[in-house]
C-alpha cells in the first residue's frame, strides 16, 4: 500500500511563497495520478490541482497562476509550488495519489479519478495533511 507524508507547510504573510512536498513510500508513485486539496474546518474538502499520468496538470481557478502542481519521479516525490499567497488559502492541505491514470474534475472542486470501465471514484491513497496558514 502506498504511504504519502506530506511537508512543507507552515505560516506566512500574504504575498509570501510555500512548497508543498509529498514523498511516497512502499512504492513507485510515477505513473499514477495525483491530487491536492485543502480543507478548512467545518468546510467539505477542495481540490486544488492534479496531474494525470500522462503529465496533464488542471487547477481550481482560485488557485490558477499562483500555483504549480509537479512531480519528480526520481525521488518518488510530488510538489505543490504556492505563490502569491493569500488569507484565504489558509487550510490543511492534503496530497492524493491513485493507480488510475486520469482524474476527472466534477465541477470547480472536486476531483475523482476516472477507471478503465468509465467509473469514477475517490483517490485511494492520502497523506496526512499540513497546515498553511497565511496572515494578512
Known amino acids: 500500500e502506498v504511504q504519502l507524508v506530506e511537508s512543507g507547510g507552515g505560516s506566512v504573510q500574504a504575498g509570501g511563497s510555500l512548497r508543498l512536498s509529498c514523498i511516497g513510500f512502499?512504492?513507485?508513485?510515477?505513473?499514477?495520478?495525483i491530487g491536492w486539496f485543502r480543507q478548512v474546518p467545518g468546510r467539505e474538502r477542495e481540490g486544488v490541482a492534479s496531474i494525470d499520468s500522462d503529465g496533464s496538470t488542471s487547477y481550481a481557478d482560485s488557485v490558477k497562476g499562483r500555483f504549480t502542481i509537479s512531480r519528480d519521479n526520481a525521488k518518488n516525490t510530488l510538489y505543490l509550488q504556492m505563490n502569491n499567497l493569500k488569507p484565504e488559502d489558509t487550510a490543511i492541505y492534503y496530497c492524493?495519489?491513485?493507480?488510475?491514470?486520469?482524474?476527472?474534475?466534477?465541477?470547480?472542486?472536486?476531483?475523482?479519478?476516472?477507471?478503465?470501465?468509465?467509473?469514477?471514484?475517490?483517490?485511494?491513497?492520502w497523506g496526512q495533511g499540513t497546515q498553511v496558514t497565511v496572515s494578512s
Open positions: 492524493a495519489a491513485d493507480s488510475a491514470a486520469r482524474v476527472l474534475w466534477v465541477g470547480a472542486h472536486t476531483i475523482v479519478v476516472l477507471t478503465t470501465t468509465g467509473l469514477h471514484r475517490l483517490f485511494a491513497y
Open positions: 512502499d512504492y513507485s508513485i510515477s505513473t499514477y495520478c
